[in-house]
């Protein structure tokens, strides 16, 4: 970590999809017929369960990842990734801060280590660091 870097306490992933059965049906639906894309969704799960590759990342963080969809979004967090999902947003002690946009998420191309690398990648552009330790 530099001096002049903040450090994450935190992220938020929020996918481009409601929750809940009616969301997750609308969604499946549309994303079958070609109608609706979510990057975040290809990054975390495949045809029909959580990526066991996504969960491993995750937990060597150091910092919680919790994944939201558009209708579960709190108001700080709606605020910043109003428009731009599916995206990331770092937790600072300043304040939620944008780090991947959609494009970026969808550079992914659904790959999980693809997708930890665009991270690392923002989390430098943005002065931001995760915990001493934790940044693999």
């Known amino acids: 970590m530099t001096d002049h870097a903040s450090t994450v306490r935190g992220l938020t992933g929020v996918y ?3 929750g809940g059965i009616r969301g997750e049906l609308a969604y499946v639906a549309g994303k079958l017929l070609g109608r ?20 491993s990342f995750v ?6 990842f919790h ?8 108001p700080a967090i709606s605020d910043v990734s109003q428009g731009v999902t599916p995206c990331v947003i770092a937790h600072t002690d300043t304040g939620p801060i944008l780090v991947l946009d959609a ?3 969808d550079a992914a191309n659904g790959d999980v280590e ?12 943005h002065a931001l660091s995760l915990p001493t330790g934790h940044d693999k």
Do not use: I
């Open 103 to 105: 494009q970026q998420v």
């Open 67 to 74: 994944l939201v969809h558009l209708n579960e979004r709190d």
């Open 16 to 18: 481009h999809a409601d």
């Open 59 to 64: 937990a060597g963080l150091g910092v919680s």
């Open 114 to 125: 693809t997708f930890a690398d665009l991270l690392r990648d923002a989390l430098t552009r």
């Open 36 to 55: 609706v894309h979510c990057g975040l969704c290809d990054v975390t799960h495949g045809p029909l369960y959580r990526k066991r590759q996504w969960d």
